[in-house]
């Protein structure tokens, strides 16, 4: 069965005789199959998806691996005769995809006219896979297409074709010469939660009412060992700073693992505890937050937070000179000499 070819038959009409010497297999994994088949079978409009796999010429001919496919998102608009996949979403999808798989290609399209009756392509999605697969983004010369036109005793009615560029008439692949195969694509799992995840999404926000892109800054993170740095940098310049200000102060490690620095503040008989500790995971949170909490006669009497920022010394500074002055009742006189 491995080695099983057909040739491919017919053109763009549907007429069967074989036009050309070229030797097509075409193999599709289970699961992205059955997956193929759920989204129909509970579907009374038009559903679709872009296939993933591997489209491979060589001296024997043509190898068409169908790994999995990426569903049409949750902002698809779709009919009982028309489909317009998300295509926001499913090149977002495509991207994390790639960050995993950097070998995934994008080799085709599949989609259903089990809803309509009409159990060929119509001409809009023939002229729109010519277009697909002359496009100049497009990485392949070849473009598979899956066109399920019925479900039948559990069963997909399934008719498939090849798009070539450069060539307007498109070839039809016979059925007997597709294999589903026992293969399973390592990141099955999460385009399968994606297509969970797009029908949710669709429940919740009913059809074609999908907010598009809310133009919300999304933030990318620093690479750690920058991170890392920055955080040796707060640490050095803390200590420099303390040595000169607060020259009591002693780095200790509390219980939890967070860096702290403590020292007191000594008034008339009295005196303000200051511990300044920093967040948990450094290298996780380039400016991150420490907290300041000072300490007045075994209670605690201030607890901020401070921005780790370049601005933060000054406002130490300021919180414990504020606390100070605020202990009314035994007010305590900060000795820091002026530099
Ligand atoms: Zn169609």
């Known amino acids: 069965m491995k080695n099983k070819r057909s040739k491919i038959y017919g053109n763009s009409w549907g007429t069967q005789k074989d036009i050309r010497e070229i030797d097509v297999k075409v193999e599709i994994f289970r699961n992205a199959w059955n997956r193929i088949k759920k989204a129909v079978s509970s579907s009374n409009i ?22 999995s496919y990426i569903d049409s998102g949750p902002a698809v608009d779709n009919s009982a005769t028309h489909l317009h996949p998300d295509g926001d979403y499913q090149e977002s999808m495509f991207r994390i995809l790639e960050t995993f798989d950097p070998e995934v290609q994008h080799i085709g399209s599949w989609h259903s006219h089990h809803c309509n009756g009409l159990d060929e392509l119509s001409q809009g999605d023939i002229r729109g896979y010519q277009r697909s ?20 005793a559990r069963e997909l009615r399934a008719k498939y074709y090849l798009f070539c560029r450069g060539q307007n008439p498109h ?6 010469e597709v294999d589903i195969i026992g293969e399973v694509y390592p990141f099955e799992e999460l385009l399968s939660a994606g297509e969970k995840t797009s029908e949710q999404s669709r429940r919740i926000h009913g059809l074609r009412n999908i907010p598009r892109k809310t133009g919300k800054n999304f933030l990318r ?21 303390l040595k000169e200000r607060f020259p009591s102060a002693v780095a200790s490690r509390s219980k939890r693992g967070r860096i702290r620095w403590n020292w007191q503040i ?10 300044y500790t920093y967040p948990p995971k450094l290298n996780e949170n380039e400016t991150g937050t420490a907290k300041l909490e000072i300490a007045y006669k075994n209670s605690m009497i201030l607890v901020e937070s401070v921005q780790l920022d370049s601005n933060r010394h000054e406002l130490i500074e300021e919180l414990i000179a504020k606390t100070a002055h605020d202990t009314v009742s035994n007010p305590i006189r900060i000795d820091i000499t002026e530099q």
């Open 171 to 176: 070839y039809i692949i016979r059925e007997t």
């Open 266 to 275: 000594k008034g008339d008989g009295n005196f303000l505890w200051v511990h």
């Open 221 to 241: 993170d620093t690479p750690v060992h920058e991170q890392t740095e920055s955080i040796k940098e707060i640490l050095s310049d803390d200590s420099k700073w």
């Open 46 to 67: 038009e559903e679709g998806g872009k296939l993933l796999g591997t489209i491979r010429q060589d001296m024997n001919g043509l190898t068409i691996e169908v790994s």
């Open 133 to 152: 697969v002359n496009n100049p983004q497009y990485n392949l010369d070849y473009f598979f297409v899956i066109l399920i036109y019925g479900v039948r």
